[in-house]
Antibody, heavy 120, light 110 residues
Framework: QLQLQESGPGLVKPSETLSLTCTVS??????????WGWIRQPPGKGLELIGS???????YYNPSLKSRVTISVDTSKNHFSLKLSSVTAADTAVYYC????????????WGKGTTVTVSS | QTVVTQEPSFSVSPGGTVTLTCGLS?????????PSWYQQTPGQAPRTLIY???TRSSGVPDRFSGSILGSKAALTITGAQADDECDYHC??????????FGGGTKLTVL
């Protein structure tokens, strides 16, 4: 059973860089059958795709965040990471990592999510 | 920028039927957008209900069904139960590994 686990600081100061890691267990991040991605949900609001990637190296970022986002992959550790720079209070959210089916294009496995608060 | 529209809130009586919809700010939703639906209770991660427009995820009761109605994707819940009261999110695939989420619908069962 594939599981995803987000980890990282729960509190980040304004203007600093938010860094999170998603550790994948029970499956390989190098699988040709899936995309992997980061999704966030500000308090009381809807879900928003931050970015996604495919094992081949193709990476896609939400245009509204593109200038501040980097998603990287470490296949040796079977995990992928998110960096979001120059954060503000608007970046306060629950951050989820998820796996998306490559053939039917839906999120089939989600992490439990981690809350990140941007505050001084 | 593409916007996916959902009703912000909806209400249904216990045992009743409700249809939630998912549209595009410009254009129609089609099966090529591979509409998927997710159920989310407070404090929990989303749970997949429907994918590829119509297909129920494993373990999802057949009270939940997906379709295309006119220019929108739709999620229909028949025989609504108290524990169906939560948020429902629609997601559309836009190609090249990108998805757009709707704002979610808060369903009340009363």
């Amino acid at each position: 059973q594939l599981q995803l686990q987000e980890s990282g600081p729960g509190l980040v100061k304004p203007s600093e860089t938010l860094s999170l890691t998603c550790t994948v267990s029970g499956g390989s991040i190098s699988s040709t059958s899936y995309y992997w991605g980061w999704i966030r949900q500000p308090p009381g609001k809807g879900l928003e795709l931050i970015g996604s990637f495919y094992y081949s190296g193709s990476t896609y970022y939400n245009p509204s965040l593109k200038s501040r986002v980097t998603i990287s992959v470490d296949t040796s550790k079977n995990h992928f990471s998110l960096k979001l720079s120059s954060v503000t209070a608007a970046d306060t959210a629950v951050y989820y990592c998820a796996r998306a089916d490559y053939f039917y294009y839906y999120m089939d496995v989600w992490g439990k999510g981690t809350t990140v608060t941007v505050s001084s | 920028q593409t916007v996916v529209t959902q009703e912000p809130s909806f209400s249904v009586s216990p045992g009743g039927t409700v249809t939630l919809t998912c549209g595009l700010s410009s254009g129609s939703v089609s099966t090529s957008n591979y509409p998927s639906w997710y159920q989310q209770t407070p404090g929990q991660a989303p749970r997949t209900l429907i994918y590829r427009t119509y297909t129920r995820s494993s373990g999802v009761p057949d009270r939940f069904s997906g379709s295309i109605l006119g220019s929108k994707a739709a999620l229909t819940i028949t025989g609504a139960q108290a524990d169906d009261e939560c948020d429902y999110h629609c997601v559309l695939y836009m190609g090249s590994g990108t998805w757009v989420f709707g704002g979610g619908t808060k369903l009340t069962v009363l």
